[in-house]
């Protein structure tokens, strides 16, 4: 199994909104097939895995990352293909969230008469593919947010200087976040600020999330490098109002203009729905502090993961990771959960999940 899960992590970032899943099939203890899914609208691993058994399948076990499924989607069963196979034992590390299937792969094996054990693993399978499993059970994208901050909790110097605030590995480490990730969210200020062109730099050819900017009074300009890579899509969330010739701009330049709540400002809820709808699956979130703040206080992200340089700049009106109006109460705070801290270069990446009362 656990070869399977490291199949399967190997393909993060490219199935699109499909979980990553790996396979391993044993027979007499021996190695006979290997598969991961490694594009939506190709092959399941169990698939792969299968067809590089043949007919030693016959009798032997086949570890899955994820229940096999039962629903015909852009390919066929799986659970089918394992009993025609005829495999004797299925061992599954976690069920598959996806409503679709929910439970009854497991039961169609069952009901064939295959031995299936279920959790080995399952943690360390239900985390891999924790994007996959709050898409497709709400059909809204998970949110990362990744900023880099000091010490202090700043995100810039009191001049609004942020080159670097964060070291080398870290910056390096952001390219692979944005490649795991279908699209990179950012506010108008912090397009307008850095010029960003937010696509991934990996040594690699990887998808290209698309870039989102939350935009409500449409200030992005035509001449922002976001326009320069045709490939890749720009899409400037808005509000209804908003300025009709500075749309038709903007989408002539290639933007795609998505009009969320009729107020000053973009209703992020809506957005994430619409987002939802285009089935962006998951969104890194990088800023600003202001954009932060108003999703957080909304209860719209899903994880966090703050570079923390080891460096204190100070200055009151040095923008903070977290803009926003704040709690009257220490015991009001947004706690998070399952907290890990890992060293990257000089920096400290604290990694967890906001916990919303
Ligand atoms: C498996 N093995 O390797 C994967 C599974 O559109 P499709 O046909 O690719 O189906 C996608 C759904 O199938 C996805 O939402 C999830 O429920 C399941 N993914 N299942 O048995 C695999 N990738
Ligand atoms: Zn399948």
């Known amino acids: 199994m656990q070869?399977?899960?490291?199949?399967?992590?190997?393909?993060?970032?490219?199935?699109?909104?499909?979980p990553v899943v790996g396979c391993v099939i044993v027979k007499e203890g021996r190695i006979v097939g290997l598969g991961a899914h490694l594009k939506r609208g190709e092959g399941h691993a169990e698939v792969h895995a299968l067809r590089m058994?043949?007919?030693?399948?016959?009798?032997?076990?086949?570890?899955?990352?994820?229940?096999?499924?039962?629903?015909?989607?852009?390919?066929?069963?799986?659970?089918?293909?394992?009993?025609?196979?005829?495999?004797?034992?299925?061992?599954?590390?976690?069920?598959?969230?996806?409503?679709?299937?929910?439970?009854?792969?497991?039961?169609?094996?069952?009901?064939?008469g295959i031995e299936v054990e279920v959790g080995l693993l399952g943690d360390a399978s239900e985390r891999m593919n924790e994007k996959f499993n709050k898409f497709i059970t709400t059909r809204k994208p998970f949110v990362t947010l990744k900023t880099a901050m000091t010490l202090d909790g700043k995100i810039?110097?009191?001049?609004?200087?942020?080159?670097?605030v964060s070291g080398s590995a870290s910056r390096e480490q952001v390219h692979t976040l944005r490649h795991q990730h279908m699209g990179i969210m950012v506010g108008v200020q912090t397009a307008l600020a850095d010029d960003p062109e937010l696509t991934t730099r990996l040594s690699v050819p990887a998808v290209h999330p698309a870039r989102i900017i939350v935009d409500s009074k449409l200030r992005l300009p035509v001449t922002s490098r976001l326009f320069h890579n045709k490939e890749v899509p720009v899409i400037i969330v808005t509000v209804e109002g908003a300025d009709e010739r500075r749309r038709a701009e903007l989408e002539a330049a290639g933007a795609r203009v998505l009009a969320c709540g009729s107020g000053e400002q973009v209703d992020l809820e809506l957005a994430m729905t619409r987002l939802g709808e285009l089935e962006i699956g998951s969104i890194l979130l990088e800023g600003g502090g202001k954009l932060n703040g108003a999703?957080?206080?909304?209860?719209?992200?899903?994880?966090?993961?703050?570079?923390?340089?080891?460096?204190?700049?100070?200055?009151?009106r040095a923008p903070e990771a977290f803009s926003f109006g704040g709690f009257e109460r220490m015991s009001e705070a947004i706690g998070l959960r399952?907290?890990?801290?890992?060293?990257?270069?000089?920096?400290?990446?604290?990694t967890g999940y906001p916990v919303y009362a």
């Open 53 to 112: 058994a043949g007919e030693q399948a016959e009798g032997a076990t086949a570890y899955v990352t994820l229940e096999p499924c039962s629903h015909h989607g852009k390919t066929p069963p799986c659970c089918e293909r394992l009993i025609e196979a005829k495999v004797s034992r299925v061992v599954v590390a976690c069920t598959d969230p996806n409503p679709m299937v929910a439970g009854r792969g497991v039961k169609r094996l069952q009901e064939a």
């Open 295 to 316: 999703m957080l206080e909304r209860g719209l992200i899903d994880k966090v993961m703050l570079f923390i340089a080891p460096k204190i700049i100070g200055g009151e």
């Open 3 to 18: 070869l399977a899960l490291d199949m399967a992590a190997k393909a993060s970032g490219q199935t699109d909104i499909n």
């Open 338 to 350: 399952g907290v890990t801290m890992e060293q990257v270069g000089d920096d400290y990446c604290l």
């Open 156 to 164: 810039a110097a009191k001049t609004g200087d942020s080159r670097y």
